[in-house]
């Protein structure tokens, strides 16, 4: 009797239907933050199926790429509103400066202009944070390179010839509610930023100070030449040759070289009156700081005072950079000094 009954509860027991365990997948998903609006693309990676996403069923199927197709496209893409920015830079004397909002971790930055830049420096919230720049295209850890080159593709496309800003940060929204649950869940975020404000940060003590200007130097060289000081020595030996030839020479200015460098440029000894020149402004590319200068000259034909004119600048800069260049208003380079 047991024995009849021991069977008769092995048949049932095989008669239950046993649940069927789906295949696993993987999904990789990047959260764009454009300033317009948010978008979230994500890749499904694995066997074909159907997943649920709330009242959605997306049917995934085998692809051109590594990633499957998701209801026939490359990957599921998501649209909301836009999220204020959580970073934001400018450019100005210093270079670049970043500011970030509250509650924002930023893992990498990048600028497109031109070519790609890896940006280092981001560092406190709430204050501006003056970056250092370098050759580097952006990379996003948990990103694939065929992902990461799509999305750059994207951004780059609607940049319209303008600087563009990439910022990884913390993802802003939680993974997709996918029914059932992938077996590993990959979140990346980026805040695009396009165009770069001018001056917007910009701090009066870091404006260059110009602390003199003139057409007769004791430089007596032909040819230009410019110069960086980085001590009091040099600063006052510099000193003895832009105001040589001054009855009364004054003494070298005060200058802190634990946060400022001076910058000085001599265009080269002239045989007649007439020549001159003026500081109009700088910018920061890299470690190179550009200090144009307005020249200026007698046209030909005019009458000059037949005497000897040395023109010359020296100007007190902020300690950031480690070559200087003195262009014209063209563009042109006179001289340069440093690394």
Known sequence: MNRTLGLLLLGLVGCVPTQTQQPPFQVDEVQLLFPDATERWTYFYGAAQSVKL??????????????????????????????????????????????????????????????????????????????????????????????????????????????????????PLP?????????????????????????????????????AQGANAAYTDPGPM???????????????????????????????????????FFWGQKNTGGYGLQFVGSALSGSTLQVRLRLSMPAPGNMTTQSLTSPFVVLEVPAIFSRVEFVDDAGQLLASAGK
């Open 54 to 171: 709330d009242s959605q069923t997306l049917t995934l199927t085998q692809g051109t790429t590594s990633a499957l197709s998701v209801d026939g496209q490359p990957w599921r893409r998501g649209v909301s509103a836009a999220i204020p920015p959580l970073v934001q830079t400018t450019r100005n004397f210093l270079g670049l400066q970043a500011l970030v909002q509250p509650n924002t971790k930023v893992r990498g930055a990048w600028l497109y202009d031109s070519r790609w830049f890896s940006l280092s420096g981001i560092g406190s919230v709430g204050t501006p944070q003056t970056l250092t720049q370098s050759p580097g295209t952006p990379s996003f850890q948990a990103l694939t390179q065929d992902e990461t080159n799509g999305v750059l593709r994207e951004i780059l496309s609607r940049a319209a010839g303008r600087p563009t800003m990439l910022y990884e940060v913390n993802p």
């Open 175 to 211: 993974a997709l509610a996918l029914d059932p649950p992938p077996s590993r869940y990959n979140l990346t975020a980026v805040a695009v930023q396009y165009g770069l404000g001018v001056e917007a940060l910009m701090q009066t003590s870091a404006q260059p100070r110009v602390l």
């Open 226 to 264: 410019a110069y960086i000081v980085a001590d009091a020595g040099t600063l006052a030996a510099l000193w003895r040759t832009a105001n040589g030839n001054q009855l009364t020479p004054s003494a070298a200015p005060a200058v802190n070289f634990g946060a400022s460098r001076v910058v000085a």
